[in-house]
């Protein structure tokens, strides 16, 4: 199973967390993390955690080796600063910037069922058709 950590300023990685699930249901291996009160370092530290985590022990497949995906809410900032620090060239890892809901909800909807490199191509698409001029100029 591909997992996912939402980091973002503040709260925004929580709330789109808890509305994917409100729509969707619980999913599993979808995590938030903020960079409220932490350095730098405790932020690649905590990443570098989780990269590690065996989430589900009952899972045969479950594999810290396996697929991870790291979005971002903002490129430059230190979530993406640490985010590449801890991750380096890891080809297990894909990080992506402008994390939205229809992100989310993309991922949990195709994650288990097409490989890595196209979940990580349909994410960033899903992400760029979301954003759209609704009305006005």
């Not at 994917?20 to 409220?36: C, H, R």
């Not at 730098?40 to 080796?65: F, G, H, L, N, Y």
């Not at 994650?111 to 698409?125: M, N, P, T, Y």
Request: aromatic share 4%.
């Amino acid at each position: 199973m591909v997992r996912a950590l939402v980091i973002t300023h503040g709260g925004i990685g929580q709330e789109l967390v808890r509305v994917t699930e409100m729509i969707l249901g619980p999913v599993p291996g979808l995590t938030a993390m903020s960079n409220s009160g932490k350095s730098a370092a405790d932020i690649t530290a905590q990443i570098k955690e989780w990269q590690v985590e065996v989430p589900e022990a009952d899972d045969p497949d479950a594999s810290a080796r396996a697929p991870k995906l790291i979005l971002l809410d903002d490129y430059g900032g230190s979530c993406a600063t640490s985010a590449q620090l801890a991750c380096g060239q890891d080809p297990d890892t894909a990080i992506i910037s402008g994390v939205n809901l229809a992100m989310l909800m993309g991922f949990v909807t195709w994650r288990d069922s097409v490989d890595f490199e196209e979940l990580v191509a349909k994410v960033v698409q899903k992400g760029r058709e979301a954003i759209i001029l609704v009305g006005g100029h």
